[in-house]
């Protein structure tokens, strides 16, 4: 069967994958860069890039290793190259198009958000397509109208913080270690989600975009009191469980209630849900159980598959199958794609 190497750098994870025509995963690497951040509480864009470029050999190595095989069993090379932070994903390109120009093969680029929605059909037997896309990330928290694999339509987006990106400013706040999403949780166990009442911002059906930035101020005032002299410099350790598991309340309520509204408005009855924030099990929970409610088929990327990772790059299959590879010179897109807000 023909197998495909993909590359994945578009932000802290250096990662390379093998995957079959038949879309089954037979190594998928990915290398963290947990540890280079931590201090900063956010990824630093400049030691990102240069982590990247240490590992990005070894990486593809072991994953050619771990599938038992080599370059010159692969029969293309797929490779994230938009959106993301420019440095991290130029070295994924520059490394993608050097094996493909050496080996001779096509080069396929890959959009990384396609590739988290793409995620949620891997290792199933029948088509996922269509749906409502859902991707829910450190860097999106966008839903798509997707009619097949190569053509998803923007439905809505955030209009300023994504989901993760206020699960790891809020783990400063509340003094939790990076990545916050994994430490909020894990904090949120040991407290009361109804201990503070916090913003559910955009609740609205007639508005379809997310904001979390208002909320993130929330738990900051909620932590700390509000600006002025008698504002705390730090949070009150007694007061982390509590403010933790209100605010993953408050976040996952949000999501819920806009994948259903997207879900009533495009009409479809499946929903793909994708990226870091899918990994929340208080958030696999609940929109399992909206889901379950409304007659809604769901189709929720597997643990290992939600944050980010080579594997899913798998898409590439798809463009391959449409003939349509990139050329050599192709050269990455690191812009959000914007929301489209009125
Ligand atoms: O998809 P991903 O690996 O990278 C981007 O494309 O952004 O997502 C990373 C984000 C981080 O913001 C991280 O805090 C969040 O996903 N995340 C979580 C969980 N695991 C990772 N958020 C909430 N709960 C989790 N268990
Ligand atoms: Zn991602």
């Known amino acids: 069967m023909r197998r495909l190497l993909a590359i994945e750098s578009s932000c802290d994870e250096t990662s390379a994958a093998v995957v079959a025509e038949d879309r089954s995963v037979l190594s998928n690497v990915v290398a963290t860069q947990h540890e280079l951040h931590q201090d900063y509480g956010g990824v630093v864009p400049e030691i990102a890039s240069r982590a990247h470029v240490g590992r990005i050999l070894h990486v593809i190595e072991r994953a050619l290793a771990d599938a038992e095989c080599n370059l010159k069993d692969m029969c293309a090379i797929a490779v994230t190259s938009q959106p993301g932070l420019v440095g991290s994903l130029l070295v994924g390109m520059t490394a993608a198009k050097t094996l493909a120009m050496s080996c001779n093969i096509p080069l396929v680029t890959v959009n990384h958000i396609d590739a988290h929605i793409y995620a949620c059909g891997m290792g199933r037997a029948s088509t996922v397509f269509p749906c409502v896309g859902f991707v829910v990330s450190g860097g999106h928290t966008n839903l798509y109208d997707c009619s097949s694999p190569t053509s998803y339509k923007m439905f809505a987006g955030t209009t300023d913080d994504a989901a993760g990106e206020a699960f790891d400013k809020v783990a400063r706040i509340l003094n939790l270690p ?62 982390v469980a509590d403010l933790a598991a209100s605010f993953q309340q408050a976040v996952v309520d949000v999501l819920v209630f806009k994948c259903r509204n997207a879900i009533k408005e495009l009409g479809y009855n499946r929903l793909c849900v994708g990226g870091g924030v899918a990994a929340n099990s208080v958030f696999r929970q609940q929109i399992a159980d909206m889901c379950q409610k409304h007659g809604v088929e769901l189709m929720i990327a597997p643990l290992e598959l939600c944050t980010d990772n080579a594997a899913m790059a798998a898409i590439a299959w798809e463009y391959l199958e449409l003939g349509q590879t990139a050329d050599l010179n192709a050269d990455v897109l690191p812009g959000l794609i914007r929301t489209g807000r009125k």
């Open 178 to 239: 990076y990545p916050g999403g994994p430490s909020i949780a894990e904090a949120a166990l040991k407290g009361d989600p109804k201990a503070y009442d916090l913003p559910r911002p955009m609740m609205r059906s007639d508005k379809r975009h997310f904001s979390f930035s208002g909320l993130k101020t929330a738990v900051l005032y909620a932590a700390r009191g509000v600006p002025g002299p008698q504002q705390l410099a730090d949070t009150p350790a007694e007061c």
